[in-house]
């Protein structure tokens, strides 16, 4: 063997890439493993984890051998006995060092399989949820934003470093990283067993290289063994960056509020604080009440998640964690008053919606005039919040009337079509041809066949396609100009069709042309779609919940 290859081989032997290298890493980087059992060949790592008192830290970091073991960490008693007296004590550990578990190892003896658990007080400490779809724990920020804390897997614990150390300064404790690590080699050692120990203010450790034979497996000729461990220390209380010792101060935005003579824009703070009011507050200042306008587009990220999001009439909300008077009820821009940005969004929500802050395009809409200050409820005039409104009603006056659903409800994997239904935010194609994806789906797909069937004479059993047989039922209950919104139906389907469901080409542009689609008019036909759309709801209520109906039935 070469002198060079013998090197390399002795290099590895005595763990050089773990002793230079990985540990030096140990809490310096992003993710802190917290847990790993792995087996090679010729290789067997261990890494396990436990939270040192600041007291003990000391004692601990001078001696190589683990507090805490795998499997350790589970309430316990120990009995002890002096003279004739037996005492039971209770450890909610199992320790009796005030150690205490970072990570359990919950082990059923094969009944059941295994699995690692973070300690209960970290994930409820960070408020933490767990996605057990992936086994992730994740935490959301005031914004409703996510981040993953940790990744559990049955082999490997990892944990961000971040919301370790804050959690050890809060506990006043350290985490020891503990190692140990056994590798084989075919390298024949011709000296004693070789010892190297190391020993600083947070890492301790030994290497021991041997070629006991009754230590070895078939095909080597040595090993070694690396133990120890490291301590994470916590950050500084003061620094931890939580409550009570977050030293964040709140931050507002400046907003565009108007312009000046030279058409530069004019901008202020929304810190609510600093504006005036109709009681004499800073009357020097912009009004809490000045409308500051935005382009429409800022909608798009909120209607693109209606999982955490929910873009309503005249409001936004972030599920439970924020929510904002807003004025949606004009088809150029949305609106917002200055002093509203600032109470009620996030300073980075307010950031995101910085990036759309235009000059003053005009003024509310009549509809947030009358809401905001006169106290008036009025139903929204923008025709997605129309629609969406009628049809809520009609759905609900319907069911109620007859007895059955004439459009049923979307599965929950669709429940996000009717949550972003909405007037297209630009003249994307992909926006339009979403909309009318979700628009079909809720009035076309979702008729209720069955239903229009039973209230149909036998004759008509051999009708196929849900509009035919609405078509039919209208029909049946001598509903007027049937043929205009049936049409309407058919050509909103065949749109569907030819944009969506599949390859556009001279169908669709067929169909465009009958619609007067062109490149810069998308979202101000899908207009004119929700108005045909919100006429065919009105007429069928008309028809069949006013008092006078002539329609069907529920009997």
């Known amino acids: 063997m070469t002198t060079e290859r013998h090197d390399s081989k002795m290099e ?73 007296d037996e005492q039971v004590t209770y450890l909610r550990f199992g320790n009796t060092e005030g150690v205490e578990p970072f990570i359990i190892k919950r082990n059923f003896n094969g009944i059941r399989k295994s699995y690692n658990e973070i300690t209960e007080e970290f994930r409820h400490y960070h408020r933490l949820y767990h996605d057990f779809d992936t086994n992730q724990l994740l935490k959301y920020d005031d914004r409703g934003d996510e981040t993953i804390v940790a990744k559990i897997e049955s082999d490997r614990v990892q944990v961000r470093l971040q919301e370790i150390r804050q959690f050890l300064a809060i506990k006043e404790m350290h985490l020891a990283i503990y190692f140990d690590l056994i590798r084989y080699s075919d390298l024949a ?48 209380i003061e620094k931890c960056g939580l409550w009570p010792f977050d030293e964040e101060k709140e931050e507002y935005v400046d907003f565009i509020i108007d312009a000046d003579e030279n058409g530069d824009s004019i901008t202020y703070s929304s810190e609510p604080d600093k504006l005036a009011n109709y009681f004499g507050a800073n009357p020097d200042a912009p009004n809490y009440l000045k409308p500051v306008f935005f382009q429409r587009e800022v909608l798009t990220k909120y209607y693109a998640h209606p999982e955490r999001f929910s873009v309503e009439d005249g409001f936004l909300r972030c599920q439970g964690l924020w929510g904002i008077q807003i004025d949606n009820n004009n088809s150029d821009y949305v609106a917002v008053f200055l002093g509203d940005l600032g109470r009620d969004l996030p300073y980075k929500e307010q950031l995101y919606w910085r990036s759309y802050n235009i000059l003053p395009e005009g003024k509310i809409s009549e509809v947030n005039f009358k809401r905001s200050f006169l106290a008036e409820a009025t139903d929204p005039n923008q025709i997605d919040l129309v629609f969406k409104l009628r049809f809520s009603h009609f759905s609900e006056r319907w069911t109620e009337k007859m007895g059955w659903s004439l459009f049923l409800r979307l599965a929950d994997s669709d429940q996000h079509l009717y949550e972003a239904l909405r007037t297209p935010l630009t003249n994307s194609q992909a926006e339009f041809d ?73 169908q669709y542009e067929k169909i465009a042309l009958s619609f007067g689609i062109k490149e810069g008019n998308r979202a101000a036909i899908f207009e004119k779609i929700l108005v045909d759309a919100t006429s065919l709801i009105s007429d069928i209520e008309k028809h069949f919940l006013q008092e006078s109906s002539s329609g069907i039935d529920a009997t």
Not at 217 to 227: A, E, V
Not at 444 to 458: F, G, H, T, V
């Open 189 to 236: 050692l011709d000296k004693p067993p070789i010892d190297l120990d190391y020993t600083d203010d947070l890492t301790c450790y030994v290497c021991r290289a041997d070629s006991a034979q009754f230590l070895l497996g078939d095909g080597y000729n040595s090993f070694s063994r690396l133990l120890g461990k490291k301590l994470i220390a916590p950050l500084p």
């Open 434 to 506: 979403s909309q009318v994806l979700a628009l079909t789906k809720l009035m076309i797909d979702s008729l209720n066949e069955r239903e229009l069937m039973k209230a149909l004479p036998e004759a008509n059993s051999e009708i196929k396609g849900s509009i035919s047989k609405f078509e039919r039922f209208l029909q049946v209950c001598n509903f007027p100009n049937v043929q205009q919104h049936i049409q309407f139906l058919r050509k909103v389907q065949g749109l569907r069709s030819a944009s969506v469901a599949h390859r556009k080409g001279s």
């Open 12 to 84: 590895r032997l005595l763990q050089s890439d773990w002793r230079k290298q990985t540990i030096p890493k140990i809490g310096k980087e992003t993710w802190v493993t917290v847990y790993l059992s792995e087996k090679n060949k010729d290789e067997d790592i261990s890494i396990f984890s436990a939270l040192i008192p600041n007291k003990s830290v000391e004692i601990a970091s001078n001696r190589t051998s683990w507090e805490f073991y795998i499997g350790d960490g589970h309430p316990n008693c120990v009995v002890s006995h002096h003279q004739d």
